[in-house]
């Protein structure tokens, strides 16, 4: 059995747990560490959980909402720590106790009952990864940082059966937002973050019968609303808004078995 649990998604801190059983035995990942260790521990306790309940992190890159609480939890916690080699040397890794497992585009590990495929992705960082998991029947995407979705990456996204998916911002609402127009075009660029439409033609692309959940992450609170996330990607899909579920900042999203 699979699941995740979104504990925040958004410019303010980022962190998902992935979850799967087998016989016995549950393993837990965590997919970034963007929020303070006490913030963390709170938003695990909010899912039943505590840091001692996971068994590894895997981070997807080094910016502050992704990173921002990893130094303090692997301090404490002494979990093992999946990254990219230039993520781990972005992140001062040679500096930090705790095991440093690198790993690579293309490459399969597993962490117990949880498969995990690291994908590399256009983003304005080190050496991004983004992730691809399963239990060997359901499989999950995790994709929250990438400034466009060339096509190795959506031949390497098919037959999900769950996607947590970056919808940044709305186009119009960036365009006309106070931002200065050199980050509104980091934002736009192909180094930057999806728009609702980006996301939306990624969805069109790997749509399928058995794609039951998508989630709509890491939304702009400036530049982009639930509502207009929702009817981009319902509209992919052929399905209605409420269909649709958002990871909120701070209310995160409940468990979601895949």
Not at 20 to 49: E, H, M, N, P, Y
Not at 204 to 225: C, K, M, P, W, Y
Request: charged content about 20%.
């Amino acid at each position: 059995m699979l699941r995740f649990c979104s504990l925040g998604s958004g410019s303010s801190g980022n962190a998902t747990v992935v979850e799967a059983r087998a016989g016995t035995q549950t393993k837990r990942l965590l997919v970034d560490c963007g929020f303070s260790l006490r913030a963390l521990d709170a938003r695990l306790a909010r899912i039943g959980l505590c840091a001692a309940d996971l068994d590894a992190v895997f981070i997807t890159h080094e910016h502050s909402d992704h990173v921002g609480g990893l130094r303090p939890l692997v301090r404490r916690e002494r979990l093992p720590v999946y990254l990219s080699e230039g993520t781990f040397r972005a992140c001062g890794g040679d500096q930090l106790p705790g095991s440093w497992k690198l790993c690579a585009d293309g490459e399969s590990l597993a962490i117990g009952a949880i498969c995990i495929e690291p994908l590399a992705v256009p983003h304005d960082a080190a050496e991004p990864l983004q992730l691809r998991c399963h239990d060997g029947a359901r499989h999950l995407a995790i994709l929250t940082d990438l400034g466009h979705t060339p096509e190795p990456v959506r031949q390497r996204l098919h037959g999900l059966h769950a996607v947590l998916l970056e919808c940044n911002h709305d186009l119009d609402r960036l365009a006309t937002s106070a931002y200065p127009e050199s980050l509104k075009q980091r934002i736009r660029s192909d180094y930057g973050h999806l728009s609702n439409d980006q996301a939306a033609r990624f969805l069109s692309d790997i749509r399928h019968d058995g794609l039951g959940h998508v989630v709509a992450a890491h939304l702009s609170e400036q530049n982009n609303t639930p509502e207009h996330a929702r009817l981009a990607l319902a509209a992919a899909l052929g399905g209605q808004a409420a269909d649709i579920l958002v990871a909120d900042p701070r209310d995160g999203l409940p468990w979601v078995e895949v």
